[in-house]
C-alpha cells in the first residue's frame, strides 16, 4: 500500500500569498497518478488536479501541480478567499488500494 | 448536468445491514468505472471499493473486505454498496465517485451519511 503524507498539516496565510502543499508518497506513484482534491465543510471533494499537473477545465490557472515518482506539489500563486479550504492528494496508480493523504488544511491567518 | 446522487444512509445498529445506492445522469455511466469512498466525521478521505465498468474487476479496501459488496447496473445508471456486519468506526459520508482520471472527468456525488450506533 503506498502511503501519502501531506504536509504541513495547517497552512495559515492570508489572501494574497502564495501556497505551497506537499504530498510525499511512500512510493513510486506510477505513471504521475496522482491528483489534487479541494473540500469545503459539507461539500464533495472537488477535482482540482490529476496527472499530477494537469488542471481540470474550469479550475482557475492560479492552481498548479508538479512532481513525480514520490514528491508532488500543489501551489496555488495567490490566494483567494475561497481557497480557504481543507486539499487532499490522492494516487490512483496501477494497483489499489488508491489512496489519500490526510490533508493540509488552509486557513486564514 | 453531471450528476451523482447517493441514498440509502441512516441510522443502523452495530452488526446491521445497509444498501447504499448512486444515481448518474449527465454522463457516460456504462464506459466509466466507479468507486466508493468515505469519510468518518471530521476525517479524512478512504477509498473503500472500486469497480470496472463492465463489473469484471472489483477492489476492495482490506477493511471492509468480506462485509461490503459493491455492484453496478448500467441499465440503470446505478451503483451500489451492500454493507453488512456493519461496526461503529463505519460511521461516515459515503461517497460514489467515477470517470476517467486520464481525461479529468472525475465525478463525486454529495454523500449520504451513515451512522452506527446502539
Known amino acids: 500500500e503506498i502511503v501519502l503524507t501531506q504536509s504541513p498539516g495547517t497552512l495559515s496565510l492570508s489572501p494574497g500569498e502564495r501556497a505551497t502543499l506537499s504530498c510525499r508518497a511512500s512510493?513510486?506513484?506510477?505513471?504521475?497518478?496522482l491528483a489534487w482534491y479541494q473540500q469545503k465543510p459539507g461539500q464533495a471533494p472537488r477535482l482540482l488536479i490529476y496527472g499530477a499537473s494537469s488542471r481540470v477545465t474550469g479550475i482557475p490557472d492560479r492552481f498548479s501541480g508538479s512532481g513525480s515518482g514520490t514528491d508532488f506539489t500543489l501551489t496555488i500563486s495567490r490566494l483567494e478567499p475561497g481557497d480557504f479550504a481543507v486539499y487532499y492528494c490522492?494516487?490512483?496508480?496501477?494497483?489499489?488500494?488508491?489512496?489519500f493523504g490526510q490533508g493540509t488544511k488552509v486557513e486564514i491567518k | 448536468e453531471v450528476q451523482l446522487v447517493e441514498s440509502g444512509g441512516g441510522l443502523v445498529q452495530p452488526g446491521g445491514s445497509l444498501r447504499l445506492s448512486c444515481a448518474a445522469s449527465?454522463?457516460?455511466?456504462?464506459?466509466?468505472?466507479m468507486n466508493w469512498v468515505r469519510q468518518a466525521p471530521g476525517k479524512g478521505l478512504e477509498w473503500l471499493s472500486y469497480i470496472s465498468s463492465g463489473s469484471t474487476i472489483i477492489y476492495y479496501v482490506d477493511s471492509v473486505k468480506g462485509r461490503f459488496t459493491i455492484s453496478r447496473d448500467n441499465a440503470k445508471n446505478s451503483l451500489y454498496l451492500q454493507m453488512n456486519s456493519l461496526r461503529v468506526e463505519d460511521t461516515a459520508v459515503y461517497y460514489c465517485?467515477?470517470?476517467?482520471?486520464?481525461?479529468?472527468?472525475?465525478?463525486w456525488g454529495q454523500g449520504t451519511l451513515v451512522t452506527v450506533s446502539s
Open positions: 449527465g454522463f457516460p455511466f456504462s464506459i466509466y468505472t
Open positions: 465517485a467515477g470517470g476517467n482520471y486520464d481525461s479529468g472527468n472525475y465525478y
Open positions: 512510493q513510486s506513484v506510477s505513471s504521475s497518478s
Open positions: 490522492q494516487q490512483y496508480g496501477s494497483s489499489p488500494p488508491w489512496t
